[in-house]
């Protein structure tokens, strides 16, 4: 009898149990989210929405963009290595990459046509701008290489660790925070034309997980957009 009592006792603490433990948990998992997911989303406000958000502010002269986008990337670069990324994990791989160049070949074509197109239109608003022929080639050779390294490889890769598995969602995080990059330059047609290239890279992406097609895009729509005064 005494048993049977103490069992009804246990049973009826489960609710107060259940209770104190999600009042004692992180406010994230009381969410859904997990100690892993929180701290992705810790990692895109610090390392990404902040040093933006200050640059579009004018706390952070606009004159230093491609300084603080250094920045950003290194710290997406050294949280790579932190967490112990093989080179495959991040798209350094050439398998099915030929399915990959040839998808980015074809939307480079498209969309540097789209783009030239819609410069003339004048729904751009191209900016005084004077590039060396050294900012062209760091931004082919380097910028925009690990641009796709960090909003496709590393993004990609952080929230496959993180349970983020469901691909629209990881599309749309992805793509949402690399339009979010030109927000600096106050310009909503810029957002879309990004956020269609996101879209797209990270879609080949999620279909062929190589990192050099979209690297090989990337740079050449971005060394056009920069010929053209945009970026």
Not at 66 to 71: C, G
């Amino acid at each position: 009898m005494k048993q049977i009592q103490a069992e009804i006792i246990n049973y009826n603490a489960y609710p107060t149990m259940e209770k104190a433990a999600c009042q004692s948990a992180p406010r994230y998992e009381r969410f859904g989210l997990s100690s892993t997911g929180f701290s992705f989303f810790l990692l895109l406000l610090v390392n990404c929405y902040a040093p933006i958000l200050l640059l579009w502010s004018g706390a952070i002269p606009f004159a230093y963009r491609f300084h603080v986008l250094a920045v950003v990337l290194l710290s997406f670069i050294l949280h790579s290595v932190y967490r112990g990324y093989c080179f495959r994990d991040l798209g350094f791989t050439w398998e099915n990459s030929w399915n990959s160049i040839r998808w980015n070949l074809l939307f480079c074509a498209v969309g540097g046509i789209g783009l030239y197109l819609t410069y003339r239109t004048g729904l751009l608003m191209p900016r005084e701008y004077s590039y060396s022929l050294a900012c062209f080639l760091f931004y082919i050779l380097i910028l925009g290489p690990v641009q796709e390294l960090i909003f496709r490889g590393i993004m990609f890769a952080e929230m496959k660790r993180c349970r983020i598995i469901d691909p629209k969602m990881m599309l749309l995080i992805s793509t949402i925070t690399f339009s979010f990059l030109h927000i600096i330059y106050n310009h909503p047609p810029l957002l879309l034309i990004t956020f269609v290239s996101g879209l797209v890279w990270g879609m080949i992406y999620l279909r062929w997980p190589s990192i050099w097609g979209i690297s090989f895009s990337h740079s050449l729509l971005g060394a056009l957009a920069m010929f053209l005064g945009v970026l």
